[in-house]
């Protein structure tokens, strides 16, 4: 039941911004590693970004150039910054957390990309 708690979502125009955050009420800095999946209406949640101990950073293809992943471990927070976003961005997305002891995920946060 316990989940990660996911903020920073909205309704922006194409080109716009957005940073996504994700908190735990347990450290990060003991995780193995922490990333963001989307999953769109009628579609398979996907991987779009991930970071690995120490500062290791993977992105999908779709979202290169455009996002970037990081982290504050004294906020034990994980950031998504979303930057010249596209309609097809449009998703919810959704954090995950993976420790030793097993993943976490957040509740989701709707992203909207639309004139």
């Known amino acids: 039941q316990v989940q990660l708690m996911e903020s920073g979502g909205g309704l922006v125009q194409p080109g716009g911004s957005l940073r996504l955050s994700c908190t735990g009420s347990?450290?990060?800095?003991?995780?193995?590693?922490m990333g963001w999946y989307r999953q769109a209406p009628g579609k398979e949640r996907d991987s779009v970004a991930r970071?690995?101990?120490?500062?290791?950073?993977w992105y999908a293809d779709s979202v290169q150039g455009r996002f970037t992943i990081s982290r504050d471990n004294a906020k034990n927070t994980v950031y998504l910054q979303m930057n010249s976003l596209k309609p097809e961005d449009t998703a919810v997305y959704y954090c995950?957390?993976?420790?030793?002891?097993?993943?976490?995920w957040g509740q989701g946060t709707q992203v909207t990309v639309s004139s």
């Open positions: 995950n957390v993976n420790y030793y002891s097993g993943n976490m």
């Open positions: 347990r450290s990060i800095s003991s995780a193995i590693s």
């Open positions: 970071i690995f101990r120490p500062d290791t950073t």
